[in-house]
């Protein structure tokens, strides 16, 4: 049975789909990384190595209630940026849940702009 291998586009993490789980999926479908949470949606699913997803979110936690929301692209983009002392960038997004004020940093990433969030 043949494997396909795919790359998480925030961890690098590498997800192994057979055959049989390919046939199981469906475009509009969504794939959750075990190792980082991102979520991604099933965009192409055609034979051979015809297949492509979509970053749709990363799952966190809110360091403040304890509780799970996902990060996404238009999160970031309503988010206001700040540098710190040390010259990374930080984006500042509210939690869904308490209204906490969060800083998350990553690196932009031609392309992605939820790659590496910290």
């Known amino acids: 049975m043949a494997t396909l291998e795919i790359d998480c586009p925030v961890c690098a993490e590498v997800l192994e789909l057979t055959d049989a789980d390919r046939a199981e999926l469906a475009v ?6 075990d190792s980082c949470n991102a979520e991604m ?3 192409r699913n055609g034979p051979g190595e015809d297949f492509e997803l979509e970053l749709l979110g990363i799952l966190t936690v809110c360091p403040n209630c304890g509780e799970e929301f996902d990060v996404t692209d238009d999160m970031l983009a309503a988010a ?12 500042v997004v509210s939690c869904p ?16 702009s939820l790659d590496n969030i910290t």
Do not use: K
């Open 28 to 33: 509009g479908d969504v794939i959750v990384c």
């Open 41 to 43: 949606e099933v965009t």
């Open 80 to 91: 206001p940026t700040i540098e710190n002392a040390d010259g990374t960038i930080a984006s």
């Open 97 to 112: 849940h308490c209204r906490a004020q969060i800083e998350l940093e990553f690196e932009e990433e031609a392309g992605d």
